[in-house]
């Protein structure tokens, strides 16, 4: 859930000229690091001086060995768990409270719980700190991608990113609709596609719009996002990750799940928590006294695969000393994916 102070939205505003405040429209990686194009041709670096698409060297897990489809029986399907995080990271621009302190306690579960994606949303940057997801991708050996969504990097940017366990094969992000701060927001979804031991495997982070008022902008969010997915839709399951502004009776929950369509498209996306623990609310807002669910994990099965949740939690739930990781709780779920051995 972000919101800007009054202070931070008259820095941000005052730092962009009107040469320098063009959105972003693609993401590449070079020797150097993130390259940002901006619409006039130009490009940007990160506001580290060049952030390294990747952390560590691109390796496998430990456990990455395939099973020997060979040896199986004809019929016989090969099975593997993915375990995905999702985590809200709170930049709290511009007092930035305990950001290093909340960091370490999110890359420390990381390291210890060893999901194969983390999906995070408001990991922050400036001239002066790094890279939210920079520092967790170092620090847990993962790799990751990141992009903004808005700001100026010297003063400050945000967005979402996702960090893997497992090697790139490529990504993409997408503008989504319907920008706020007047321009300088500009929401976005970014996917990563990894080589898995049985095959590609793509992970989606987003943050959707806040606000009671931006309900309709969040359902055509959620239809981008869809349609964004749907790019992905093959023989495995695509996973969709993020800080959706968004309690699960709305209209762009209902959509994701399926159960009204938009502009005539159906989604076939499942919500992973509801699949797992019906009955519980899962509260994930805010940090210490939650009353809503508003951060997801959302699965869309593949073609020729079939995809069961084993089971869902809340984390990253627990103060330490009176800090709590951040103002979200984070939702971990645990995926088991059969496929056909042959």
Known sequence: MQRFTPLALFVLATSCTLTCCGRFTAVEANDAGIIAANPDGGALTSGDGGTPFDAGPQRPPADSGVPDAGAADAGASITREVTVLTINLWHDFPNFTDLDKRTQMVADFVQQRQPDFVAAQEAGENGLIKNRCKVIAEKAGYQYRWVSEGGFPAVFAEGPCVLSRWPVIDEQFIDLPHPQQSGLVVRKAQALRVQWPLGPLTMVSTHWSNGNDAENDRVDQAAAVYQLVRQYAGPLPVFVGGDLNSTPNTPPMTFLRGEQAVNGVTSTMKDAWLQARPNDPGLTASAGAPDERIDYLYMDPGTHSQ???????????????????????GVLCRFEIATPAN
């Open 307 to 329: 995809t069961r949740v084993i089971d869902c939690e809340v984390v990253l739930n627990q103060a330490t000393n009176g800090v709590y990781p951040s103002d979200h709780y």
